[in-house]
């Protein structure tokens, strides 16, 4: 029989504590995985499957039972980025002290909007933030919120940039709505940055049109005399660069633009820095990679996706400003929510959030550097880091495959001497459907690569092996 | 001694399930709660106790003595929405099913954006969405996507409505910015709809200032008649109204505007409906409520939170079409993620988001929703009306309290007579400082008012009882 609904809200008493810990043992058992990094069903096939079991019927069924169905039907045909075959995107294999913490979050259901909702949870985000600024190597104004990823902590960077190049002309941007001059405002970024850029310009009602790509030079990052040719000709326009976006970490080849030799340029022409590190930030950690990040310091706002190479569940992303009271551009009081005379000492992070009610996502992040340490998470990221050199180094011994590019990161980026573009897909596609592997593929100046993107340390030299094996294999076989 | 790196990656082998169980019971049993809704630790002692903990030292430490930490620090000096007590917000105790499927979730890290990275788990989100729009009437072309909350959602109707008006003039606005007509384009809504509306015109570059605010009648639903007289005005005036907003479920009262009426309107002026059905959207799954939101099936797009009174753990909202076709005013294609050349039957949700990396939150919500049942779930949110109904009675008898308004939700609005605005702050500040209730403050027409949100299916009129006594008595010690 169903259990009555009262049984099923949270309690911490001896029962509800005992019903809790049965239900979460019930849950990881009914966890069930795909042999390798995907099942073989067809998208029609598993379409059918789901759509088969009804979302919600009059009577309800027993929790064993909707755990079954989760991991016969969902789970078994979920693709596993702990599996080393799983290698298409920055899709962390996640943390058991993160996975817990998750549980209790759950269970205690903070929300980060006010004080009087969090109060310890506020406390823990606004210290995991000035710890984060202060590893950055910005002064003790830094600190940060925490949003739902790196699109939103994008967002949110562009959003206090435009705010900014508001209040320069006087306008508060917020109220007002773009001022006539907001069709001259430029946002500078590399012709490799992420996607995220141009959609943050479509939100605020600059349009993607607004986004100036500068050039990269061989290496992938940002072509600093490309950038300046680019400033003297929005000069000669009497267009306004309003934010430079430096990326430390782009998406296919994870290169990292010049920070410092940006943050100047930005500096001169008044214009908002902002670094997008969602791909490269957790080099941070490691003292053999963080020298690559150089000048993040400077940025008005960084961008941190601790569901990236921190290995964080998603959603876990941060944006961190230098200078705190940055985020006064974007405060307003709310009469239930934010009111300004609340006791001294309750910060409501509504002010710094484009969102209301907010989980408590630092809590698995914090949990995790707790347990990890600096020490064990730095070896982490230098470990897939590795083995995208590793790869890089077979790919350019083998006969049949070109490496793109010297990877710097996660990410090895191919091709295949004498196969097409439509060659390249069948392979990424064909692999997919089998269930063999879960590859990247992308464009890298305009041709057609597949890419690996290694975020699993456990994958060993022999998983590489076995991975590019199967390519070359796939595409002799097409 | 602290466990390597290497035992801390999830895996679902034998080892890893045992650890994983391990851990989950032992982060369960860590979890300690404040025996009222909260404790009564001051703001600045709360800072200081959580800011003394390293967030990550060079060795990390035990996954026991971490979990232990939180327990101690941080849970213990929460807030407790499943105590009675914890009254302010729209802030829910969560269900059993959803919590642990929260953990399932994190180990399987499936994320949103590509069907590559989320193969069933896209379906579950698309089956889902499916149903809430049948659920609410809407035709078969019905479906949505998950968001972070309702401020996203709001915020995604409102950008979709923006495109549509676009496009009634040629203009592609996420490519080309806000054209020069912007300037004139307004949003509807009643003087009672969320700030989160405000904040979405702030974002899209139109201005809070573009927002007109409809007067409310005594009931605090939308005035038509006021509707009416500001739609003419505008015309007038060569504005656009390219919005109407209705809210279902007012922040503070919990009122639904005529959502009919408003639909009639937008269709007569060509522009876009929006309900921020936040609040009261859950009215839909039982037979006495839904009949309050008639007219939903007619709009555009609805905002849905399931992390109110679904009783859904954060985040988890949804924003609803009408019409699916309408995300092809938002789609942008990227060479990395949704290519377009994809096999038959992938979808790929990156296309109707705001996200990019996004979290399975659909999961919790139909591993709730199966377990429940419409029935169980229904009478979950007739009860805390129901709760708000009695408390509401209680104030009216009582000598000291004034009901501001017939509560219609789980909301009750109140002040006290020959209590001024401080006094009430004070009251409830004080109720929170003690750790005795957690009760809301807000303003009603102008006026400060103290507020209880019943969210909790389990409190009883005794503790309704309780809590009025509670009130009163502070406010007669003040």
């Known amino acids: 029989m169903n259990q009555p609904w009262e049984e099923l809200i949270v309690a911490l008493d001896g029962k509800g504590l005992e019903r809790l810990q049965q239900a979460a043992v019930s849950a990881l058992s009914s966890l069930k995985r795909p042999t390798g990094p995907r099942s073989n069903i067809t998208p029609t096939e598993l379409h059918e499957l789901i759509w088969s079991t009804p979302i919600c019927t009059e009577d309800g069924n027993s929790l064993e039972q909707v755990l079954t169905e989760f991991g ?88 206090l940039a435009r705010s900014f190049a508001g209040s320069q002309l006087g306008v508060d941007v917020l109220k007002r709505g773009n001022p006539e001059q907001a069709k001259h405002w430029r946002i500078l970024c590399s012709d490799q940055a992420h996607f995220s850029i141009q959609r943050a310009a479509a939100q605020l009602g600059l349009g993607r049109d607004a986004v100036v790509t500068i050039p990269t030079s061989a290496s992938g990052a940002m072509d600093i005399a490309a950038l300046d040719r680019r400033i003297s000709e929005l000069e000669a326009q009497s267009a306004t660069g309003i934010a430079i976006v430096g990326t430390a970490g782009t998406t296919d080849l994870g290169v990292i633009d010049p920070l410092d030799e940006i943050a100047e ?11 997008d590190a969602a791909v490269a930030g957790a080099y941070l950690i490691s003292d053999q990679l963080k020298p690559m990040l150089k000048g993040i310091e400077n940025a008005d706002s960084v961008t941190i996706d601790f569901h990236k190479l ?18 006064d551009l974007l405060r307003v009081k709310s009469n239930y929510l934010d009111r300004g005379d609340e006791i001294e000492g ?12 907010r989980r408590f996502d630092a809590a698995k992040v914090v949990a995790a550097l707790r347990v990890l340490g600096r020490v064990s998470l730095g070896e982490m ?18 006969a049949q495959l070109v490496l793109l590019a ?20 069948r392979v990424q596609q064909s692999l997919l ?23 699993n340390p456990l994958a060993t030299e022999e998983d590489i092996d076995r991975l590019i094996g199967l390519v070359i294999n796939e595409l002799q076989a097409s």
Not at 265 to 275: C, D, G, P, Q, Y
Not at 444 to 453: D, P, S
């Open 72 to 159: 016969e039907n969902v789970w078994s045909n979920s693709v596993v980025p702990f599996d080393p075959g799983c290698v298409a995107h920055l899709h962390p294999p996640t943390l058991l002290p993160s996975i817990v913490t998750e549980l209790t979050v759950a269970v205690m259901n903070q929300s980060m909007d006010s004080w009087d909702q969090a109060p310890a949870a506020t406390e823990v985000e606004l210290h995991l933030m000035a710890w984060l600024a202060s590893l950055m190597g910005m002064p003790l104004s830094g600190s940060g919120v925490m949003t739902s990823g790196g699109t939103a902590s994008n967002l949110l960077g562009l959003t």
């Open 265 to 275: 340029r930005a500096r001169s022409i008044n214009a908002w820095f902002h670094v």
């Open 310 to 327: 921190w290995f964080q569940p998603f959603n876990a992303s941060a944006l961190v400003v230098k200078d705190v009271e940055r985020f």
């Open 346 to 357: 309750m910060t409501n992070l509504v002010g710094r959030s484009l969102d209301t009610s």
């Open 381 to 398: 990221v230098e470990r897939v880091v590795s083995l995208s050199s590793y790869a890089a180094a077979k790919i350019e011994a083998s």
């Open 406 to 425: 010297k990877p710097t990161g996660a990410m090895c980026v191919f091709c295949a001497e004498g196969f097409t573009s439509d060659d390249l897909r």
């Open 433 to 455: 459907m089998r269930g063999e592997m879960v590859l990247g593929r992308t464009e890298i100046k305009g041709e057609a690569a597949l890419k690996f993107t290694f975020m």
